[in-house]
């Protein structure tokens, strides 16, 4: 199993980067504590689905286009993007594994 950094979204790359394949979008702040929360749940679902999913993370304070975008209001808040349109969202901190249930639905 190869494994997948996460990678940090920008508003200019964020389209190039979730145009194909599963991708979860982490809206964060660092100033956010249930996103400290998340970081390393990320981590760890990272190691378990990488080879299936793209995980990543987009400050909204540094990328505030994106965010409002997609209507994000509170943080974190999770989009699963399959293929460039949304087909979940996770809105607060969540365990792993419900986490990985919502992915797994679209893998």
């Known amino acids: 199993m190869k494994k997948m950094a996460i990678s940090h979204l920008t508003d200019q790359n964020f ?3 979730t145009g194909s394949g599963l ?3 982490d809206f ?3 100033w ?3 996103c400290k929360m998340i970081a390393p749940v990320l981590e760890e679902l ?3 689905m990488g080879d299936k999913v793209k995980i990543t993370k987009l400050d909204v304070d540094e990328n505030p286009q994106t965010a409002a975008n997609f209507g994000v209001m509170s943080i974190p808040t999770l989009l699963v993007i399959k293929d460039g349109e949304v087909v979940d969202k ?3 901190f969540q365990p792993k594994d419900a986490l990985a249930s919502v992915l ?3 893998v």
Do not use: Y
């Open 15 to 17: 389209s190039s980067e």
């Open 23 to 25: 991708v979860l979008v």
């Open 28 to 30: 964060w702040a660092p």
């Open 32 to 34: 956010c504590g249930p």
């Open 46 to 48: 990272d190691l378990d």
């Open 90 to 92: 996770v809105v607060g």
């Open 104 to 106: 797994e639905k679209h």
